[in-house]
């Protein structure tokens, strides 16, 4: 059961990465047209409002792959120190708290799309609407508090290192 979860969000991470990777090169052409655009004194419109969508959704789909390859930032400096039962346990401890934290994320930013749509809410230079993307970022954390759940039980039955 626990490597059926595994793999799946394995999958969905690696999905989630690949698009953030492709929306991180849609950013960059995107930059580079808007200054070849500007050197010819025609800079093409909404260029900032496009590159804040596509860097949203970028770094919320590229967190549980991060997650999941332990590719983040953490602080362990008394971490190693302590006798591995502590170690574990604390890591657990640490995954589930953060799965907690990211589904209220995920959550309460489906909430805020629900009220965009209503409201709606639309971006100032190529009035887009906002609630798109603001679901996309709910995705990514959702498919973060999976990643972070995942290790939980992993770490819970001692089948990460530690």
């Known amino acids: 059961m626990i490597d059926a979860l595994a793999l799946l969000t394995s999958r969905l991470a690696k999905a989630l990465a690949v698009l953030s990777g492709a929306l991180l090169v849609a950013m960059t052409v995107l930059a580079c047209a808007n200054m070849l655009a500007r ?3 025609v800079p093409l419109e909404g260029t900032f409002e496009v590159m804040g969508f ?6 919320a789909f590229s967190m ?3 997650q999941l390859n332990k590719i983040h930032i953490s602080v362990g400096i ?3 120190r302590l006798p591995r039962p502590v170690r574990r346990s604390l890591d657990a401890a640490a995954s589930l708290a953060s799965c907690a934290f990211f589904l209220l994320l995920a959550e309460q930013s489906r ?3 629900a009220f965009l749509v209503e409201t709606g809410e639309v971006s100032e230079t190529l009035h887009w609407p906002f609630h798109p993307f603001v679901l ?3 995705l990514g954390c959702l498919v973060m508090a999976l990643a972070l759940f995942t290790d ?11």
Do not use: N
């Not at 596509?54 to 770094?59: I, K, V, W, Y």
């Not at 939980?152 to 530690?162: D, H, Y």
């Open 39 to 41: 050197a010819v004194w």
């Open 152 to 162: 939980f039980l992993l770490t819970a039955v001692g089948r990460t290192k530690v």
């Open 64 to 66: 549980a792959w991060a």
């Open 78 to 80: 008394l971490f190693g």
């Open 111 to 113: 909430r805020w799309a």
């Open 54 to 59: 596509l860097g949203a959704m970028s770094a």
């Open 136 to 138: 996309a970022s709910a």
